[in-house]
């Protein structure tokens, strides 16, 4: 993950951080081509009743650095982020494999069922597959430019 051209942290308000509502947000590394096809396949494969439920936004992103000061025990996690506001003060962020089986369960139908199988293996070995896999992101897939349709450009926070 980059991290030139970071937002200043102290511009990042809690109204900033508030934007995203009560739906859980994905936080991706928009430098790197697989987080954007995993964001286009998160688009693609969501049910018409479950888009409203999800909000997009890069980690580089002034929302991106607003929820790592706001939980700075991730600050130099480099990973995809499931972010979930839980009360006015509360939030919860999963990393790693565990954001990757929300993304799973957020799809829902035969995706949860693969979410739930995957949440039985040990989460030290759920790391390890992940890590391994993130190591080598940015070489498996060409860097690609994540361009929302009009649709879904408002389920992006900057």
Do not use: K
């Not at 706001?70 to 499931?82: G, K, M, N, T």
Request: with cysteine; charged share 20%.
């Amino acid at each position: 993950m980059r991290t030139g051209g970071t937002p200043s942290i102290s511009a990042v308000t809690a109204s900033d951080l508030e934007s995203a509502g009560a739906t859980p947000v994905l936080l991706y590394d928009g430098a790197c081509g697989l987080c954007a096809r995993s964001v286009q396949f998160m688009l693609a494969h969501e049910s018409p009743t479950r888009r409203a439920a999800l909000r997009f936004a890069a980690l580089e992103s002034a929302f991106g650095a607003g929820v790592r000061a706001r939980h700075p025990e991730i600050a130099f996690v480099d990973s995809v982020l499931w972010y979930e506001p839980l009360s006015d003060d509360a939030s919860r962020v999963r990393v790693r494999s565990a954001a990757a089986l929300a993304m799973l369960a957020h799809l829902g139908g035969a995706w949860r069922v693969l979410a739930a199988i995957g949440a039985c293996v040990p989460r030290p070995l759920r790391d390890a597959m992940y890590d391994a896999i993130a190591r080598r992101r940015l070489n498996m897939v060409s860097r690609a430019c994540l361009l929302p349709s009009s649709a879904d450009r408002h389920r992006f926070l900057r």
